[in-house]
């Protein structure tokens, strides 16, 4: 997997934040429009497009878009 | 391995009691969260409204449901000889509520009563126990109660915006030659804490300190109120529910696609779409019933089969796939056909029809 493309892929999950405010480095849940919501949409996107379960502590423990990149790769 | 074929078992009617309230999460004044708006929390969990009464118990909702029931299927009452209750918000620590009923109901004192403390998979749990009492036909009808409702402590006058209060009612009877109901089961109680109620139990026990109010992810508990890791539960769901159906269609050599409805627990609607996709099923399959009632809890899959398939199922033989899953973590999938089915007209009660 790629770390571009998962960050395209991560983007594509809000609906309000624009995608070239979501890099590598964004600490995504400093970001507005995140929510316990937008977690479950992340979810639903790794298990679809990666065919790995996260859980909760996954998403909590990671600080930016691409700590969370390598918690899936490790899982994938 | 917890596959079971119970044969010469039928479903023969399903009835469903809410409260007559009715709680809209879109046009509630108080925000649900303060991390994003009640629009928001709509779109994700598809509940729009439930019914929701803080003077209601379960028992309460299932007994009016079970009246009409027993009326509608025109059983004599001197017939049933089992009763079971499945439920996490039940009237007492003790007795079991399936003894007040058998008593209320006016039921032989020569009928089996017991609880199952189990949640959302509650009612596929629920239906194989019965099924196992009455497949030799040592009784023949039976009794399941599933639903939850009034919790221990009741903190706010509009409960939990994602959970609806519902008693359902599911006549089961025995029936020679009936290909009957094929079921696959599982736990992993390693994830008992991602659905909680910490306090009122023997393992913390009670004390004031417990009344105290803390913060979680923006929403405030006190011990003897339920607490979800919504992630973990939602990781949990996508990934079980979808290999549990497709166990079943394995062990017994059946395509599930033949069936005719998906009854799948209400938890969400993110979650429930998310189920359906992968299974590949035409949404019209699975139908739905959380964004008027929410999540039920056991009561999910009868509450869907009476809220959406009344006049359909109950017009021509149905088949059916209904899988549960949920607290425990714990989850169950059962197979069968229906013919000649009952379904009652769903069963609104009032704040002051009480049991006891």
Redesign the interface.
């Known amino acids: 997997m790629e770390l571009n493309d998962f960050i395209k892929k991560f983007a594509e999950q809000f609906e309000e934040t624009a995608p070239e405010e979501i890099q590598a480095s964004t600490e995504f849940k400093s970001l507005e429009e995140w ?3 937008t ?3 992340i ?2 996107m790794v ?1 679809d497009e990666y065919d790995v ?4 502590d996954d ?2 423990n990671a600080v930016t878009v691409e700590d969370l990149f390598n918690k899936v790769a490790s899982k994938a | 391995m917890a596959f079971f074929h119970f044969r010469n078992v039928r479903v023969a009617g399903i009835s469903a009691g809410v409260p007559a309230n009715i709680i809209n999460n879109l046009t509630a004044e108080e925000r649900i ?1 303060p ?2 708006e009640n629009k ?2 709509v779109a ?1 969990t598809g509940v729009i409204e439930r019914r929701f009464d803080a003077a209601l118990t379960t028992s309460d909702l299932c007994f009016k449901a079970a009246k009409q029931l027993i009326s509608d299927l025109g059983w004599q009452l001197g017939e049933i000889d089992a009763i079971i209750m499945v439920s996490q918000s039940l009237d007492f620590i003790l007795p079991a509520t399936a003894c007040i009923l058998q008593d209320r109901l006016g039921l032989s004192k020569e009928c089996y009563a017991e609880d199952i403390q189990l949640g959302c998979s509650g009612w596929t749990y629920g239906v194989s126990t019965v099924a196992g009492l009455i497949q030799n036909g040592d009784i023949k009808k039976a009794l399941l109660c599933c639903g939850d409702a009034r919790p221990q402590y009741v903190m706010s006058n509009t409960g939990d915006p994602l959970f609806g209060h519902a008693g359902t009612v599911t006549a089961i009877e025995y029936d020679e030659g009936n290909d009957g109901l094929k079921c696959h089961f599982g736990t992993d109680g390693s994830g008992y804490n991602a659905i909680i109620k910490p306090y009122g139990g023997t393992r913390n026990l009670m004390s004031t300190e417990q009344f105290n109010i803390e913060e979680i ?1 923006g929403k405030y508990y006190n011990g003897f109120q339920t607490r979800m ?4 539960v ?2 949990f769901g ?2 079980t529910a979808p290999k549990s159906v497709k166990k079943l269609a394995e062990k017994y050599s059946f395509d599930f696609n033949d069936y005719d409805y998906f009854i799948f627990h209400q938890a969400n609607l ?2 429930n779409e ?1 189920i359906i996709s992968k299974l590949k099923i035409d949404q019209a399959k699975a139908p739905m019933c959380m964004s008027h009632f929410g999540n039920t809890s056991s009561a999910s899959i009868p509450l869907t089969i009476v809220s959406q398939l009344k006049g359909i199922a109950d017009v021509k033989e149905t088949s059916f796939i209904c899988c549960g899953f949920g607290v425990g973590l714990s989850w169950g999938t059962i197979a069968f056909k229906a013919k000649d089915l009952v379904i009652s007209n769903l069963i609104e009660v009032n704040s002051d029809e009480h049991l006891l």
């Open positions: 929510s316990s919501l977690s479950l949409s979810l639903a298990d379960a996260l859980k909760g998403i909590k | 969260s991390n994003y928001d929390f994700t992810d890791n919504g992630m973990d939602f990781s996508i990934s993110k979650m998310k």
